[in-house]
């Protein structure tokens, strides 16, 4: 992989992780019309689902801040405890899916770009529904509860699909399930960040062990790296915006577009 090969997709993983697009199904399709393949694609997709997570930390760091406070800094029970303790729950089901079932449904469903385009469309008609009933009951809404999270975490369990978009999922959900479109957005951005790191943790522990090759070169690794940070902090706060002016509907329809280009280019 050259250095403008990790440029771009660098910054499609930085836009397209926290836009409601599939960031996976978007390095999928990056990748195959760039002609990059090999072991160094799942390198590279460590590296920049990494700075992603550190684009989050930039952005809701006030946020972050304020649960690390409230959590660690008290032994009574808190909105703050209350709140970590949700994204908890939210993370069982990708716990159960990322430890015992991850390779076989990965094995069992394969990253051709017929899933990708299938994907992208179930993403457009989640987004697409979900924006029509917060238009159906726009001053209707609650703060995320433990039932919520639980069913958020069974939508990002789902999300390891490439082109099932992670935010698109949670989001919508969360929003099909009533959660305030000013909350949900925020909690979709807060909940990945322990996954997202740990997966990274268990690669990087594979890498140590020789289970993995470290065939990217370095330069390429930091261009990636950069590119995806710098656009992953611009859109995290873009859609944070999006989601509370319920703009969804556009990305649906981005998503239904190129998902049937996708399983067009494959098939013809």
């Given at each position: 992989?050259?250095?403008?090969?990790?440029?771009?997709?660098?910054?499609?993983?930085?836009?397209?992780?926290?836009?409601?697009?599939?960031?996976?199904?978007?390095?999928?399709?990056?990748?195959?019309?760039?002609?990059?393949?090999?072991?160094?694609?799942?390198?590279?997709?460590?590296?920049?689902?990494?700075?992603?997570?550190?684009?989050?930390?930039?952005i809701l760091w006030?946020?972050?801040?304020?649960?690390?406070?409230?959590?660690?800094?008290?032994?009574?029970?808190?909105?703050?405890?209350?709140?970590?303790?949700?994204?908890?729950?939210?993370?069982?089901?990708?716990?159960?899916?990322?430890?015992?079932?991850?390779?076989?449904?990965?094995?069992?469903?394969?990253?051709?770009?017929?899933?990708?385009?299938?994907?992208?469309?179930?993403?457009?008609?989640?987004?697409?529904?979900?924006?029509?009933?917060?238009?159906?009951?726009?001053?209707?809404?609650?703060?995320?509860?433990?039932?919520?999270?639980?069913?958020?975490?069974?939508?990002?369990?789902?999300?390891?699909?490439?082109g099932l978009s992670?935010?698109?999922?949670?989001?919508?959900?969360?929003?099909?399930?009533?959660?305030?479109?000013?909350?949900?957005?925020?909690?979709?951005?807060?909940?990945v960040l322990i996954?997202?790191?740990?997966?990274?943790?268990?690669?990087?522990?594979?890498?140590?062990?020789?289970?993995?090759?470290?065939?990217?070169?370095?330069?390429?690794?930091?261009?990636?790296?950069?590119?995806?940070?710098?656009?992953?902090?611009?859109?995290?706060?873009?859609?944070?915006?999006?989601?509370?002016?319920?703009?969804?509907?556009?990305?649906?329809?981005?998503?239904?577009?190129?998902?049937?280009?996708?399983?067009?280019?494959?098939?013809?």
């Amino acid at each position: 992989m050259s250095w403008f090969e990790a440029l771009i997709l660098g910054i499609v993983q930085g836009l397209t992780e926290f836009l409601p697009v599939s960031s996976s199904g978007h390095l999928e399709i990056g990748q195959a019309l760039l002609g990059t393949s090999g072991e160094e694609n799942l390198t590279f997709a460590i590296i920049v689902h990494t700075a992603t997570v550190l684009s989050t930390l930039v952005i809701l760091w006030k946020e972050v801040e304020q649960l690390f406070k409230g959590t660690f800094t008290t032994v009574q029970w808190n909105a703050e405890k209350d709140y970590v303790a949700k994204i908890l729950v939210s993370m069982i089901p990708v716990f159960v899916v990322g430890m015992f079932f991850k390779d076989q449904v990965e094995a069992f469903f394969g990253n051709g770009l017929v899933l990708v385009g299938v994907c992208l469309l179930i993403t457009a008609c989640l987004l697409a529904l979900s924006e029509w009933l917060q238009k159906k009951r726009p001053h209707i809404g609650h703060e995320v509860t433990y039932k919520d999270a639980l069913i958020i975490g069974v939508a990002q369990a789902c999300a390891v699909l490439p082109g099932l978009s992670r935010s698109g999922t949670t989001i919508a959900t969360g929003l099909l399930c009533g959660v305030k479109k000013e909350s949900v957005a925020q909690f979709s951005f807060l909940m990945v960040l322990i996954p997202i790191l740990g997966e990274a943790f268990l690669d990087l522990l594979k890498l140590l062990k020789g289970e993995m090759t470290m065939d990217l070169g370095l330069v390429p690794a930091i261009v990636g790296f950069v590119a995806a940070f710098v656009t992953g902090c611009f859109a995290c706060r873009f859609m944070i915006e999006i989601v509370r002016r319920q703009r969804l509907v556009w990305f649906a329809i981005y998503c239904a577009i190129v998902g049937s280009a996708a399983i067009i280019w494959t098939v013809c």
